[in-house]
């Protein structure tokens, strides 16, 4: 799969028009110079002996060059990516903080006012730009309190907090409502099962019912639809990194993108295509720890 | 009988029982739908007259009169080049709406012809299909359509390529499925009996039957792809300057949020309008077609 | 003491259906004494499953449940209840689906130590040793080992003890069954019969047990209920009813025994359908499908007659039974 889709975003990028060479050497090279930039790059050879050294380079961890500043793509990412790592993790606890209760409540209040509230807000969420709910969260909350800086990444460990919780929030508020509605679903097929007939019969009600019966098999599906969220997630990265001018990898995509620097756009298509392949091995494992009936088969 | 239940996904596409096609139909469907339907037939109706309701032209620069305040002769103030934000924002109109809505309409038409061919033909041609769908599915979505712009080029063309490139996939499983449901039935098991072409099979006895499911995602999906839009140009990746654009008004807007907050929020109350009237739609529809 | 434990009266349940509402169960009055077993007969959709789940408060939402519900909790009367009342002290229920009944993410030994846990405040340990306690004494082998596995690694026949064991731990005095062997094999039917059978005597428990299979109410229950489009038809002595059924339906159904298709839950001898509960028809719900009907059989208000000390009938024209003693 991971080859399939090495070779996928290479091909994309081979139809990108415009002369990498003159790119590299500036408008004001010579035929010569650009002819010497092509022989160094390989931009000569075929395309199968490009790709063929382009794949070993990456089995050695070397992305390439950046266009622009010449560093290896792989250092760049190196230096951003821990922003994103936060950014991410952050926004999906507070993705879970917000949807988990969310979703309970709206299960157990099935179409009830408190259900139709939180089916009203959702639909809200959805039609919300994620970059829009960042402006507005900048506008009525950093802007007036002063609390959280209107952009960029911090040094110390609070500082860092402080930096990501607008953003983290931002992407919260963007998934959860895909999590309210497919966790809402679950728990209410789960509680017309019999087995919660069974467990209400001998009396287990209340807190205990949700969770040890329901939540415990909704579990399941809840992952999955998180995993399948990572999609929307990456993206929500990158849009979220350039409203609050985060310095991590979504933000580098977009700048590399408007600058034309194309090993650096392959370099980060590729972190990001892998990411996702491993989120959704990862919740494979974990939907297989939550359900005693699957066997993991490796 | 030990099926784990997460292999049904909580969302899995319901099954639309009942047709539109059936007499009454519309008349059983929820509320919100036309509610819904009032809000987008109001937004289609601004992109059509946008040059007479709007007071000014959208790329007429004013450098004398750049970021002024709203009053009676700019409602909502001009922005950096002194350009009439309110006409930009129905300007816009005419960029976002038929964009997000092509944007969604040719992946459901692409992914619904290729589904039911799949679903109807089977074999080899179903599996070449369903490969494809396959892998396209493995990539993140919207990534791709970030490398595929980049490689297009910026514009309103790449950007709906790369929508229909990556979106049909869904339209497909979920039409392969009911063509597979519906295949079998006697009626169509009848209309084979009478020597009925098959691409007729097809489309007078498969496609009414399974035209519902696409019309229950279609709503949402124009919001995804209308929201796409908005980010994409947010990020300078989307419709290049100086075409007015909701997204790129919110990018153009933010640096002036501390004196000018009205430039960047108010189009993004534009799109927040336009995807609830779409989710309306789409939501309703579910409902009146499920009970 | 009291001899009646649970008194049902003119007990409705009306569903909502689609926009309109349907009343499955409709008018079912039953009583049933300390001890007893009750048997419950009627083809699928007759009423009979909501019945129980009404008396164990587990009906599905939006169930509206009108009559008078009592039971005797302790030695004296019984009264009104509410369902929290006799969850897990007093009343339990055994399911037909030992696969979609017990809870899959849970090992069986937790499950059965739930009750306990709750309702006699044991500790972990405490109830892990109840549960394997019970496991041992609805007869599964090496309930040490059995206790900590999951539910899908059992049996049908397994799985449907641990049910049993469920039941039991909160030491019912009701306890309620739903078909209960019907999704198992024959020769592991005749085994849960059994255990229910010995259950009962050892523990003095009363129960009803609801089923479309006359041949297995026989082997347990003293006494019959038969249930016919949400209406309780006849009610009697096991061994009478047997003997000389009093309305046309028993007999249909005690002539189909030998012809009945568990699976498909439908009736060999029988001509036609249940009604739709849309649309019941008026007066005797059963004369459309009746060989002994007559024109006033669709106009009589229907009702439950005594026919003797223990026995009542909802037939208007029991005479085409007099003199057929069997």
Redesign the interface.
Known sequence: MLFGIVLVVFLVLQITPGDPARQIAGLRASEADLEEVRQELGLNDPVIAQYGRYVGNLLQGDLGYSYKSRKPVADIIGDRISVTVWLLTTGVLMTLLISVPLGVVAALRKDRVADHAIRGFGLLGLSMPAFWTGVILLLLVALPTGWFPAGGFGDTFGEKLRAIFLPALTLAIGSSPFIIRGLRAAMISVMESDYISTARSVGVAGGRLVRRFVLRNAAGPGVTLLAIEIGYLLFGAVVIETTFALPGVGQGLVIAAQGRDLPSVQGYTLLFALVVVAVYLLSDVVTAMLDPRVEIDT | MTTPAFEAVPEAPQIAEASLAEPGAWKRMPKKVWVGCGIVLLYLLVALLAPVIAPYDPLAIEPANRLASPDMAHLLGTDELGRDIFSRLLYAARVDIPIGFLGALLPAILGTMLGAIAGYFGRWVDTAIMRTADVVQAFPAYILVIVLVFALGQGAGSIILAFTVLAWVIYARIIRGEVLRVRDRDYVQAARVAGLRKMRILRVHVFPNVINQTLVYLPNDIVFATLALAAFSFLGLGIPPPTPEWGAMIAEGQPFLRTNWWFATVPGLVIVGLGLGLSLIGEGLEEGLRA | MNEHLLEVADLKITLPA??ATITPVDGVSLSLGRGEALGIAGESGSGKTLTL?SI?G?L??GAFVEGDLRFALGDQAPIPYAA?DV???G???I?Q?P????????RVGD?IA??PR??EGLGKGAARERAVELMRRVGIPAPERRARM?P?QLSGGLRQRV?IA??L??RPKLLLCDEPTTALDVSIQDQILGLLQEIRTTLGMSIIFVSHDLAVLGELCERLAIMYAGQVVETGPTEAVFSSPNHPYTEALMTSVPSFDATSDKLAGIEGHPPDPRSFPPGCRFAPRCRYAQDDCAEAQFRLVPTSAERSTGCIHTEVFAGRER
């Open positions: 689609g926009g789940k164990i587990l599905p939402p929290t969850h897990g002290r009343i339990s229920i399911f689906e696969m979609t009944a017990l809870n899959p993410t849970m499950l739930e009750g709750i309702h999951w899908h049910m469920t039941a731990s909160t």
